[in-house]
């Protein structure tokens, strides 16, 4: 069993939907990280969190430390939204979740 | 805002070739840098951890001697991939934070993709 499962793998959206990826931890971590990675490759960080909830503009992540459970929201959302969300936890290294494909049609 | 820049974005070469990948901090200083591979449509794996003045610390699996890395400076880390076969192809990224800051988000370098022939 991998140490960050991510659901769903897979995610098609019509233009303006919200959106909800799920992101759950099996270890003990100092922070969780939301990432983006765009077709060619690049990585933004999108998040780190420890506890609660953060907003960056439609762009929502939360998570709960009990339950070892973070989701990313995005609200109405846009085809340029469309990329790889990877959720990655921080213990004494990183572990990577396998990532979430989002593509949102027009 | 601060930025990790990598270098070169694309490497094609013949096998045996020995490739270089650099990872700079553009305004921050890292005394800690990061090292990912990326298979195609997996998840990022890290590869190992570069130390200012120090060893790399290789994850389990990571062959030491082919992936060299190299933290001579508190701006760049170098990852050398030695004697690179095709298997070696791969999608490499680097990460830093700022010096002493290792509770803020990470900065990513936007990635090598490596093709061996």
């Known amino acids: 069993k991998n140490e960050v499962e991510q659901s769903p793998q897979n995610l098609t959206a019509q233009e303006g939907e919200f959106i909800t990826i799920n992101c759950s931890y099996s270890?003990?971590?100092?922070?969780l990280h939301w990432l983006q990675q765009h077709p060619g490759g690049g990585i933004v960080s999108l998040f780190m969190?420890?506890?609660g909830k953060k907003k960056h503009g439609r762009l929502i992540a939360t998570i709960n430390i009990q339950e070892k459970h973070s989701s990313l929201h995005i609200t109405a959302s846009h085809p340029r939204d469309s990329a790889v969300y990877i959720c990655?936890?921080?213990?004494?290294?990183?572990?990577f979740g396998a990532g979430t494909r989002l593509t949102v049609k027009p | 805002g601060a930025v990790v820049s990598q270098h070169p974005s694309r490497v094609i070469c013949k096998s045996g070739t020995s490739v270089k990948i650099e990872c700079r901090s553009l305004?921050?200083?890292?005394?800690?840098m990061f090292w990912y591979r990326q298979f195609p449509k997996k998840s990022l794996m890290l590869m190992a951890t570069?130390?200012?003045?120090?060893?790399?610390?290789?994850e389990q699996g990571v062959e030491k001697d082919k992936f060299l890395i190299n933290h001579a400076s508190l701006t760049l880390s170098t990852l050398t991939v030695t004697s690179a076969h095709p298997e070696d192809s791969s999608f490499y990224i680097c990460?830093?934070?700022?010096?002493?800051?290792?509770?803020?988000?990470?900065?990513f370098g936007d990635g090598t993709r490596l093709s061996i022939l």
């Open positions: 990460s830093a934070y700022p010096a002493g800051r290792s509770n803020q988000p990470q900065h």
């Open positions: 270890v003990g971590i100092s922070a």
């Open positions: 969190l420890s506890s």
């Open positions: 990655a936890v921080a213990s004494h290294d990183m572990r």
């Open positions: 305004d921050f200083q890292a005394t800690t």
């Open positions: 570069s130390n200012e003045g120090s060893k790399a610390t290789y």
